[in-house]
């Protein structure tokens, strides 16, 4: 996928901004051909240098930026040279659904598992062991709790983990 495609894509918009977020996404969204240092991002992008090295360092820190280390021979000053490097971005975005994918199937289990009972009043969840303990009344208002049919709730994650795996490319 060319680089232009890739910023271009919403998904990988979301994810570059899920990283960095709203400050940070300016830097992110507009990589600059070669070398860059993060004033002249700065400066560049009318932003506070802290946000740009903010953003520089969460990209460092999940492969899409990298940088090199010059230093003055006068000063002793080093300058930071930053390169933008987004071929990772579609390796990181399907280990990213593999994780969800890991953490819905391992949820569902949880949910066809267990039997849990729902205060209306206060909204809140127990698993039965809980309801139990409390006989069966909310702690917080005294209201009864009656028992939570969470088949709709399983069957809106089967539907996600299918097409997950269908995107995947993975079996079921």
Known sequence: MAFEDLLSDPVVQTYLHELVGPRGMPVAAAPPDGEVTDEELAEELDLELNDVRRALFILYENDLASYRRLRDEDSGWLTYLWTFE???????LRDEMERLLDALEER??????????????????????????FGFECPQCGSELESLDNDQLIEGMDTRIDRLRSELNVPA
């Open 86 to 92: 987004y071929e990772s971005i579609p390796e990181n």
């Open 108 to 133: 569902r289990e949880y949910e066809r598992t267990h039997e849990f009972f729902l205060c209306q009043t206060d909204s809140i969840r127990f698993e039965f062991e809980e309801a139990m303990e």
